[in-house]
């Protein structure tokens, strides 16, 4: 059995052409015309990945986002928009969607980001080697084994992207990351060269959980021009 994609859009033809084309890269799918059905479908499904709209009748994608995260669901979402506006996108960001994609959009480049979050999706799951390597970084430690963060002893609530983005930068203390790199490396985007405003709303996000002053952090640094860097 195949991976199972939910589509949650209203635009009947673009339905038709996303199955169409994820059906002939041997995904299996399901289809919702508004929010209110696609959350149904994604919480009584459970789908490895979900397209969602942000334009829908009854239920908007935002809201939809919402509920899912709300309820723990962890299922990875893409968005799709025809907006272009900032603000949605780090909106859509800010409620738990993975990636956004605006339309008009190549159906290569979905396809690529749809293959590139479930490869992702399926290394968080893999079982894991056992270790007990621990990276200790003054007030922060790294448990890798059981990919945990802590600091000054307390565990902290982060999401498996933000553990990722830790684990990464307090790796290479003091090196320089650009936003580029760090798609690749844990958004799984090979040679990315796009939109990366996404690791820049992650990064904030784990501010607020990390750093005793969000805007003034002094774990995760920014190097202007250049990206982020991990001080211990």
């Known amino acids: 059995m195949g991976k199972k994609i939910l589509v949650i859009e209203d635009e009947q033809n673009i339905v038709d052409i996303l199955v169409f084309n994820l059906t002939r890269e041997g995904y299996d799918t399901l289809e919702a015309l508004d929010g209110e059905a696609g959350l149904c479908l994604a919480l009584e499904q459970d789908p490895d990945l979900i397209l969602l709209d942000l334009m829908l009748p009854k239920l908007d994608g935002f809201q939809v986002c919402r509920r899912l995260r709300e309820r723990g669901n962890t299922t990875p979402v893409i968005m799709l928009t025809a907006r272009d506006a900032e603000t949605d996108k780090v909106s859509g960001l800010d409620l738990g969607a993975d990636d956004y994609i605006t339309k008009p959009f190549s159906i290569r480049e979905l396809l690529a980001?749809?293959?590139s979050s479930i490869r992702r999706t399926d290394m968080l799951t893999q079982p894991q080697a056992p270790s007990a390597q621990?990276?200790?970084?003054?007030?922060?430690?790294?448990?890798?084994?059981s990919m945990m963060v802590y600091k000054d002893g307390k565990s902290l609530e982060l999401t498996q992207r933000?553990?990722?983005?830790?684990?990464?930068?307090?790796?290479?203390?003091g090196q320089v990351f650009s936003r580029e790199v760090?798609?690749?490396?844990?958004?799984?985007?090979?040679?990315y060269m796009g939109d990366v405003r996404a690791v820049d709303v992650a990064i904030?996000?784990?501010?607020?959980k990390l750093e005793d002053d969000p805007a003034g952090p002094k774990f995760i640094v920014t190097r202007r021009g250049r990206g982020y860097a991990f001080h211990g």
Request: aromatic share 8%; glycine share 4%; charged share 35%.
């Open 113 to 115: 980001r749809i293959k």
């Open 134 to 145: 621990r990276l200790e970084l003054g007030r922060i430690q790294v448990d890798t084994s």
């Open 162 to 173: 933000e553990y990722e983005l830790v684990k990464l930068l307090a790796s290479h203390p």
């Open 182 to 191: 760090l798609m690749e490396q844990v958004w799984n985007y090979e040679g």
């Open 204 to 208: 904030r996000r784990l501010r607020e």
